[in-house]
């Protein structure tokens, strides 16, 4: 699986669009981006996930760019029960099955 | 909503026990996993099971895990021997089918190995 990129740490103010962005450079062509967020120590809880179109569902946005390189996570209104460690992931659509988590981005929502 | 369960929430145990996990995956799905994470560290690959048999397991499911599924509805997650670096959370994941598909974790249960 290709590797991601995220800065560690974000804050985002309560009932603010909250921007996390990820990095994914080497995704090859048969690889979707997975986000998915950890609340606390509980089990962590898809998101959403893409190939290459952007995608829209209750949770939130995913925007990827053209080349794929890159794509950005968003929470339209976040709320204090967002403040989670969020993961962006990369996987084949076919092949190995297991999710590859990295060390993720920690999004605390401020009140 | 259905979701994946798991008991007990917290097990401790003496070090050189043997200790099995249970998870009852959501009704309808066919992939199954096996996932730890020890305090403070990533999230980390064990094993993956479909059709009655491991499909892939990571360099930590050494001889002393084993995994099955024991009748339709738990799977199991048993370590033979267990030391103090088995200390951390394991979370169950079940999925309808593999790639696109979303796995859908449990709550986790944390084991402590004192």
């Known amino acids: 699986d290709a590797k991601t990129t995220q800065p560690p740490s974000m804050d985002c103010a309560e009932g603010r669009a909250a921007n996390l962005p990820c990095n994914h450079s080497?995704?090859?062509?048969?690889?979707?981006v997975y986000w998915y967020r950890q609340i606390h120590s509980q089990g962590p809880q898809y998101i959403i996930h893409?190939?290459?179109n952007n995608e829209t569902n209750e949770m939130a946005s995913l925007i990827i760019t053209e080349d794929r390189k890159s794509s950005t996570l968003i929470l339209p209104h976040a709320t204090l029960r967002d403040t989670a460690v969020y993961y962006c992931?990369?996987?084949?659509?076919?092949?190995?099955?297991?999710?590859?988590f990295g060390t993720g981005t920690r999004l605390t929502i401020i009140p | 909503e259905p979701e994946v369960t798991q008991t007990p929430s917290h097990q401790v145990t003496q070090m050189g026990q043997e200790v099995i996990l249970r998870c009852v995956p959501i009704?309808?799905?066919?992939?199954f996993y096996w996932y730890r994470q020890i305090l403070g560290q990533k999230v980390e690959f064990l094993v993956s099971?479909?059709?009655?048999?491991?499909?892939?397991k990571s360099e930590i499911f050494d001889d002393q895990f084993s995994v099955e599924r024991p009748d339709g509805s738990n799977f199991t997650l048993k370590i033979r021997s267990t030391k103090l670096e088995d200390s951390a959370m394991y979370f169950c994941?079940?999925?309808?089918?593999?790639?696109?598909?979303?796995?859908?974790f449990g709550p986790g249960t944390r084991l402590t190995v004192l």
């Open positions: 992931i990369v996987r084949a659509f076919f092949g190995n099955e297991k999710l590859t």
């Open positions: 080497t995704i090859s062509g048969n690889e979707y």
């Open positions: 893409g190939l290459k």
């Open positions: 009704s309808n799905h066919l992939y």
């Open positions: 099971f479909y059709n009655n048999e491991i499909s892939e």
């Open positions: 994941a079940s999925a309808l089918r593999t790639s696109v598909n979303e796995q859908f």
